[in-house]
């Protein structure tokens, strides 16, 4: 996690060609990781956001990948993960967290082909995407589900009612989604995107991980834990609000 920086172009329509930014201004793209603690809160608050302010069906998530464990080298170690569960989850006990209740062999050991699932997804559109996303981060954080595992996976978008399962199989099996996964962490690197969650609107403006700043005592994530400096739940309601004046 890192500090927010904020951009702003000045004309949207002249600006050259950034793949972090939405392609159409009725589209907020939203960097993350399924398994990283703060991209839960973030996108919880976002669709929060968005239905109290009346954006259902006027804005959508455009989903895209910042796979930790390609940033790292390695899986996202399981205690930084439960070491933020009592600390982020206390910000929105809503969005669903608990520690894993599942043997330790269930736990999932990679993200890639739920983010994978994400990309396929959109391909029956932006809600059904963003749906699918939400609750493969529920399965996760809340329901110790195994979101590595394909059957798992497809289980949770046949639950949604919002997502055709049968044809994200499909997808999925082609993997001509793949691409899409390596595509955007490429993109986010070198600090493109700073850390996951990171938010981009159509001009350019961009929030890291918004609203919250925090930092680690008593050792790095997975031997420490994580202490919030500031939490802005409003950070949200900007950055939408800015978003649909740009419609």
């Known amino acids: 996690m890192s500090d ?30 399924l398994n990283c603690s703060f991209a839960h809160l973030a996108v919880h608050r976002l669709h929060q956001a968005r239905a109290r302010l009346g ?9 895209r990948c910042f796979p930790l ?31 894993w209740q599942g043997p330790d062999w269930t736990y999932p050991v990679s993200t890639l082909p739920a983010l994978e699932a994400v990309q396929a997804a959109k391909e029956q559109g932006w809600p059904a995407s963003e749906t699918l996303d939400r609750a493969l981060r529920r399965a996760f954080w809340a329901e110790d589900r195994c979101i590595t595992l394909r059957h798992v996976i497809l289980d949770v978008a046949a639950g949604t009612g919002a997502v055709d399962a049968d044809r994200l199989a499909a997808a999925l099996d082609s993997g001509r989604h793949r691409q899409a996964v390596i595509d955007q962490w490429r993109t986010a690197r070198e600090d493109r995107v700073i850390c996951s969650p990171h938010v981009f609107l159509y001009d350019g403006t ?27 739940p ?11 004046a740009l419609l």
């Open 206 to 232: 961009n929030l890291a991980n918004p609203g919250v700043t925090a930092h680690w005592v008593n050792g790095r994530f997975g031997v420490g834990f994580p202490v919030i400096d500031h939490d802005d």
């Open 69 to 99: 464990e390609l940033f790292d080298l390695a899986v996202n170690e399981r205690p930084g993960v439960d070491s933020e569960v009592s600390v982020v989850g206390a910000l929105a006990p809503e969005a669903g967290w608990r520690l």
């Open 234 to 244: 409003s950070a949200v309601d900007t950055l939408l609000k800015q978003a649909a």
């Open 4 to 33: 927010h920086r904020t951009t702003v172009a000045v004309d949207p329509h002249a600006r050259p060609f950034d793949p972090r930014l939405p392609r159409s201004p009725d589209t907020v793209v939203v960097y993350s990781d």
């Open 55 to 63: 954006l259902d069906g006027a804005l959508f998530f455009d989903h």
